[in-house]
């Protein structure tokens, strides 16, 4: 068949016309550039805050007190002291109370160390008392709390009964206890739980615990006994090993 002119020229009017929007199709595809709606940037990671520097552990054993800084009689333990199981297991209905003994038992009155701790436990025979002595570290705003908290016991829990599996009820007394002036925070508890024997005779326990936040770490002292417990103990060991603790902090700490 024979074309004429006016449909040759239509044909190719046509071809111009697709292969030009082809192509302003391609150029429109490769230089368009999106919104800046459509733009996502993937949220930046947020980086983890470094843990506070803490001491080592070979530094918390040197910042411990010793038998020698307390003098005759006190000498390293023989084992744990009898009293704990039969008295300071013991229940209360009162809260606060009871969380103070579960904490006195466990040897946890700012809770459990999450990091570097050294522990030290001396016994005096002439009195039968026994003191713990703990370094640790603890955040500063949990001590700040426990300390708050254990400055309310003489209120909260001035006179309440306990009974323990072993000793019968006891009849438990808290007051503040007076301690040195070291350290950035502290505070203090003297308490005296009361009670009858299984054998029928009268028992006191008496109960001195302190805890002293110096800087990022702490000292914690727990000093019992069921006979004349040395009153300035206590004091006598936070004197000497915030010291200690201070010179040992001064050597430098490790990041974690």
């Known amino acids: 068949m024979t074309r004429t002119p006016a449909l040759i020229l239509l044909a190719a009017g046509t071809l ?9 199709a391609i150029l429109h595809t490769v230089t368009t550039a999106p919104s800046p709606s459509a733009v996502r940037t993937p949220p930046a990671a947020h980086a983890s805050p470094a843990a506070a ?5 070979a530094q918390a054993q040197a910042a411990l007190i010793t038998d020698a800084d307390l003098g005759a009689p006190w000498t390293s333990t023989q084992g744990t002291a009898t009293w704990r199981d039969t008295l300071l297991k013991a229940k209360t209905n009162v809260p606060d109370c009871q969380r103070l003994l579960d904490a006195l038992y466990a040897d946890e009155v700012l809770g ?11 016994d005096d025979t002439d009195d039968e008392a026994q003191l713990r002595y703990q370094v640790a570290a603890f955040p500063q705003a949990d001590v700040t709390r426990t300390l708050d908290w ?13 009974t323990t599996t072993r000793s019968g009820t006891q009849t438990v ?3 503040e206890a007076t301690l040195p002036t070291v350290g950035d925070a502290r505070e203090g508890l003297h308490l005296t739980l009361t009670g009858t ?9 008496t109960l001195d615990t302190a805890a002293v936040r110096i800087g990022d770490d702490t000292i914690t002292v727990t000093n019992g006994g069921l006979g004349n417990v040395p009153a300035d103990a206590a ?5 000497i090993g915030a010291q200690r603790l201070t010179e040992v902090q001064k050597q430098g700490r490790v990041q974690i």
Do not use: H, I, M, Y
């Not at 024997?197 to 028992?203: K, N, R």
């Open 16 to 24: 111009l016309t697709v292969a030009g929007c082809a192509n302003e």
């Open 53 to 57: 520097p803490v001491l080592t552990p």
């Open 112 to 122: 459990t160390p999450a990091t570097t701790q050294a522990v030290t436990t001396l």
């Open 150 to 162: 254990l400055r309310t016991l003489p209120q909260k829990c001035a006179n309440f009964t306990a």
């Open 173 to 175: 007394t808290v007051t």
């Open 197 to 205: 024997t299984p054998e029928g005779d009268q028992s006191t326990l």
């Open 235 to 239: 004091g006598q060991a936070l004197q």
